[in-house]
């Protein structure tokens, strides 16, 4: 398994229990297609530095975690059919 670091943009008018929602859904979604949570660091919210979907602030989301490599892609997919997920990025940590 490889390590990968997810970060991922919510927007601003989301409130704890969507925030939650998305959280939960990922972490499950990696446990699902055989990888392992390593951490999930707490949402901030920060200032963009350019409008996203028509928001100038946004909740930003952090995942440590591993996963097989065949399994990165399906995750990708997974990630882009949650709707309250603006903005994503997906990279492979050092080992």
Do not use: N, W
């Not at 970060?7 to 989301?14: D, G, S």
């Not at 901030?44 to 065949?70: I, M, N, T």
């Amino acid at each position: 398994m490889r390590p990968y670091e997810l970060m991922y943009l919510c927007p601003p008018t989301a409130d704890e229990e969507r925030l939650g929602a998305v959280s939960e859904r990922l972490q499950q979604a990696i446990t699902t297609l055989g990888g392992k949570v390593e951490k999930a660091a707490p949402y901030a919210k920060r200032r963009l530095a350019y409008e996203v979907a028509h928001h100038r602030d946004g909740q930003y989301g952090v995942v440590e975690f591993s996963l097989p490599p065949a399994q990165a892609r399906e995750l990708e997919r997974t990630i882009r059919l949650t709707e309250d997920i603006l903005r994503h990025i997906v990279v492979r940590r050092d080992e």
